[in-house]
T-cell receptor, first 114, second 113 residues
Framework: DADVTQTPRNRITKTGKRIMLECSQT?????MYWYRQDPGLGLRLIYY???????NKGEISDGYSVSRQAQAKFSLSLESAIPNQTALYFC?????????????FGPGTRLTVT | GQQVMQIPQYQHVQEGEDFTTYCNSS?????IQWYKQRPGGHPVFLIQ?????EVKKQKRLTFQFGEAKKNSSLHITATQTTDVGTYFC?????????????FGKGTKLSVIP
């Protein structure tokens, strides 16, 4: 969805480097999520945030941290990247006031850790 | 942890044939959603089912939620090449972690023209 943008779209980094993935949305949604997708494994939730002051761990938060800088921005950091964090990362949003169950996904960031 | 099992992992069909993907959970779901991801794309929400035994239709797509709210299916009638992609179910459980969606691993549909 063009209203949810992710930067960068592709990134190759080395083991041990710190990397930040950014997500911005113009949908006015209050809820934001970070998922990772691995081939054949579906999507797994890393972190989610229901508003600027709310951060919650998901299924696989180890090795990741997040920051909700504003309602429209939610960034994901890998403090010290490792090869098994190579994956496709998606940001998603939803609106608690209107169809809160429907999540809108960004285009994804393909991350490779060498 | 709670898991949603989805089968089959892959399905190749001739254009015009029907297609079905199934999801199962060992514990009762609060609701279940379905998403479609085109090749190289991102997941797109299709529908949410909430009620026991619920059946919803979207053109050639029929979604069902089991009576026990532990299983769900997506059936596509007379597939077209535009149906190509991976279909995911995503379940939500009651109680702690109820805000989280648990995704199945997806069924990748290929349609042979």
């Amino acid at each position: 969805d063009a209203d949810v943008t992710q930067t960068p779209r592709n990134r190759i980094t080395k083991t041990g480097k710190r990397i930040m993935l950014e997500c911005s949305q113009t949908k006015g949604h209050d809820r934001m999520y970070w998922y990772r997708q691995d081939p054949g494994l579906g999507l797994r939730l890393i972190y989610y945030s229901f508003d600027v002051k709310d951060i919650n761990k998901g299924e696989i938060s180890d090795g990741y941290s997040v920051s909700r800088q504003a309602q429209a921005k939610f960034s994901l950091s890998l403090e010290s990247a490792i090869p098994n964090q190579t994956a496709l990362y998606f940001c998603a949003t939803s609106d608690s006031a209107n169809r809160p169950y429907e999540q809108y996904f960004g285009p994804g960031t393909r991350l490779t850790v060498t | 942890g709670q898991q949603v099992m989805q089968i089959p992992q892959y399905q190749h069909v001739q254009e015009g044939e029907d297609f079905t993907t199934y999801c199962n959970s060992s514990t009762t779901l609060s609701n279940i959603q379905w998403y479609k991801q085109r090749p190289g794309g991102h997941p797109v929400f299709l529908i949410q089912l909430v009620k026991s035994g619920e059946v919803k239709k979207q053109k050639r797509l029929t979604f069902q939620f089991g009576e026990a709210k532990k299983n769900s299916s997506l059936h596509i009638t007379a597939t077209q090449t535009t149906d190509v992609g991976t279909y995911f179910c995503a379940g939500r459980y009651s109680g702690a972690g109820s805000y989280q969606l648990t995704f199945g691993k997806g069924t990748k549909l290929s349609v042979i023209p």
